[in-house]
């Protein structure tokens, strides 16, 4: 079942002489349950796209499909929420908000919404990330590899249609990494989670059931790795 379209997007930074086409012409579409890697030199595009498929930058044109919902035909309210309960973002750099603990980072987008939090669904999510023990602490009291896990918790509590994570290990060390790709991929499988990964790492390209190779803002290469 495809649960991301996307058609013929664009993106250009700046006018005239100066102007900068980062996105040319992209259009693909990803089934529930993939787990994708999109990988390109520095510079290529590939995280100009992870932010135009997770609602976070406009495009100049074509359009982004998550469950048939045209999302830049939405207003920016709209948008906001419709990130918020479909998308789940990870990034390089865990973007928590330092003054709150763990189980409140984890359940913000929630809290946001003003719903209750599914207690079955967090303890399932917690206990998968081995974080049981460290709900009431701040995230300047855990390890970089702690945190990330907070940061894919969070990313994971609203059921999103797609979890995207942004160099999710380039922060980490080599052992910190393994963890943290293998978490990913276990909720990939667990829970049909749809996944695509930007990344440098050969290794945790390989891993995925596609390859995605971004070049000069176009597609270069869309391999299936594992059917």
Do not use: C, W
Request: charged residues 25%; negative net charge; proline residues 4%.
């Amino acid at each position: 079942m495809e649960i991301l379209r996307i058609e013929h997007l664009s993106k250009i930074y700046g006018k005239g002489e100066t102007a900068v086409k980062a996105l040319d012409d992209v259009s693909f579409s990803v089934n529930k349950g993939e787990f994708i890697a999109i990988i390109g030199p520095s510079g290529s595009g590939k995280s100009t796209l992870l932010h135009m498929l997770g609602g976070v930058d406009i495009p100049t044109g074509g359009k982004v499909f998550v469950n048939n919902t045209d999302i830049y035909g939405l207003d920016e309210t709209q948008l906001a929420i419709f990130r918020r309960r479909q998308i789940g973002l990870i990034y390089q750099f865990y973007n928590l908000i330092p003054v709150l603990t763990v189980e409140e980072n984890i359940t913000l987008p929630m809290l946001l919404d003003g719903h209750k939090v599914d207690k079955k669904h967090f303890a399932d999510i917690v206990r998968t990330l081995g974080l049981e023990d460290r709900l009431n602490y701040l995230p300047n009291q855990l390890s970089g590899g702690q945190q990330q896990r907070v940061s894919i918790g969070r990313a994971l509590i609203n059921n999103p249609a797609l979890m995207l994570a942004d160099e999710p290990t380039g922060n980490l060390d080599s052992n910190n990494s393994s963890e943290i790709i293998d978490l990913m991929k276990l909720f990939n499988k667990t829970y049909n989670q749809t996944l695509i990964v930007i990344t440098h790492d050969e290794r945790i390209a390989l891993q995925a059931d596609r390859v995605i190779s971004i070049e000069d803002g176009r597609i270069a290469k869309d391999e299936v790795i594992r059917p």
